[in-house]
């Protein structure tokens, strides 16, 4: 445009103008501003209306005698890939260039987590220890809420964009559009996954319950899996609670639903053996049931309990029999505990477990399950995906009468 307009004619357009404003400068379209010519004459003398006359005539003639079935008659003017490919990458241009949704979700991460990390700093094996890190794992999701509430706007605002201006005029489909939503989120939400983890393992400091340097590593490369996905699984639900609503008060109060009934029955506050018998389905069903039960495997399994000075239980052992004598047959029915000094005979100090593995036990959790459980979470994040397309389709997507 700007070629066109000075080589016939107008003005330099300066390097710090905008464009548009140059061009309406130049046909006297601008306040205050007036055409030194008449621009339609321009246009018509122009090789550029010339060639598009030829073109005209041109396609005047030929296309009438190619057959109609040579036409591909589709509904839109590329192919789905391609819109999906295009929509997509303007999704994340959009993301990069207004990135205050970005910071908000990475901000309130950065501080929920350290709060909570720091809340658990450096938790011990002691029963009191175990029971500090599996609330920490517990208080992990709890950013679930308002980072669900920072997209919903965001969403909507895309959405209402889309169905007003794009639908309408056929310039991409809704499966683009939709598709576009979902994979733009997800590296995003992997990125903020790997930030929340940071500032949640290290403090936590589940490292230190890894007996050996190839456990470390796998520990925490499973757990920072397990956050990251939680964080997919947080955008994940919010496009589904969203797909089919109108307003995002609406989908923000089903998230809010959903969130509190999966982390009633996880099986934290009451473990699934302590659940009335109806209830205990709804143990099975929650998302974050698996997710608790495999970081908290993760995290804490295959280590030795420390019992500190208050949580031992004392006792006084049977006349001519020392500690470990006396409790012999209980820790070997038992399973588990252990004596501090075996060979006291005046008062014996009992620790009720001697490995986190009976502590896991106890809520019903196990560390041979732990990538059962990321895989089943990752079935979640699936089903979330595919049931946000449904439903964005039965609800938003104008059907087809039987015929047209």
């Not at 890939?81 to 990135?99: A, I």
């Not at 991460?109 to 720091?118: M, N, R, V």
């Not at 990538?371 to 389709?393: E, P, T």
Request: hydrophobic content about 40%; aromatic content about 18%; glycine content about 6%.
């Amino acid at each position: 445009m700007i070629d066109y307009f000075e080589k016939n004619g107008a003005h330099q357009c300066p390097k710090d103008v905008n464009p548009a404003e140059w061009m309406l400068e130049v046909i006297g379209a601008a306040p205050g501003s007036h055409a030194d010519q008449d621009y339609h004459e321009v246009w018509k003398a122009s090789k550029e209306c010339k060639a598009t006359q030829a073109e005209l005539e041109w396609m005047e003639k030929e296309l009438v005698k190619k057959s109609q079935d040579n036409f591909e008659r589709g509904e839109f003017a590329s192919s789905l890939l391609f819109q999906y490919f295009f929509v997509t990458k303007r999704l994340f241009q959009q993301y990069w260039r207004t990135p205050s949704y970005l910071w908000s979700k990475a901000i309130l991460t950065l501080f929920s987590q350290i709060f909570i990390g720091f809340t658990f700093f450096k938790a011990d094996r002691s029963l009191q220890g175990l029971q500090n890190q599996m609330l920490s794992v517990f208080m992990f999701t709890v950013v679930f809420n308002p980072t669900v509430q920072q997209y919903l706007p965001t969403y909507i605002s895309q959405r209402d964009l889309y169905e007003a201006r794009e639908r309408p005029s056929k310039t991409f489909s809704w499966i683009a559009f939709i598709l576009s939503q979902i994979t733009v989120e997800i590296p995003w939400n992997f990125t903020i996954g790997t930030l929340g983890f940071s500032c949640y393992y290290y403090p936590v400091s589940f490292y230190r319950n890894a007996s050996f340097a190839n456990q470390l590593h796998e520990r925490g490369a499973l757990i920072w899996l397990f956050c990251t996905a939680f964080y997919v699984f947080t955008g994940s639900m919010a496009q589904l609670c969203v797909a089919s609503q109108e307003v995002a008060q609406s989908a923000g109060h089903i998230a809010s639903l959903l969130f509190v009934l999966s982390l009633s029955f996880c099986g934290v506050m009451v473990t699934p053996n302590n659940m009335p018998g109806f209830w205990k389905f709804m143990y099975r069903v929650s998302p974050l049931t698996y997710f608790i039960d495999g970081v908290l495997s993760t995290g804490i399994a295959n280590s030795k309990v420390e019992c500190s000075d208050y949580e031992f239980v004392t006792f006084t052992p049977r006349s001519g029999q020392n500690c470990g004598e006396y409790m012999a047959l209980y820790i070997d029915a038992a399973g588990t505990g252990y004596i501090k000094d075996s060979g006291a005979t005046v008062k014996c100090s009992f620790c009720p477990a001697s490995s986190t593995n009976a502590f896991l036990k106890m809520v019903s959790s196990n560390y041979s399950h732990r990538w059962r459980n990321y895989g089943i979470f990752l079935c979640y994040i699936c089903f979330n995906i595919f049931a946000s397309v449904f439903l964005y389709w039965l609800a938003r997507v104008p059907k087809r009468k039987a015929g047209s």
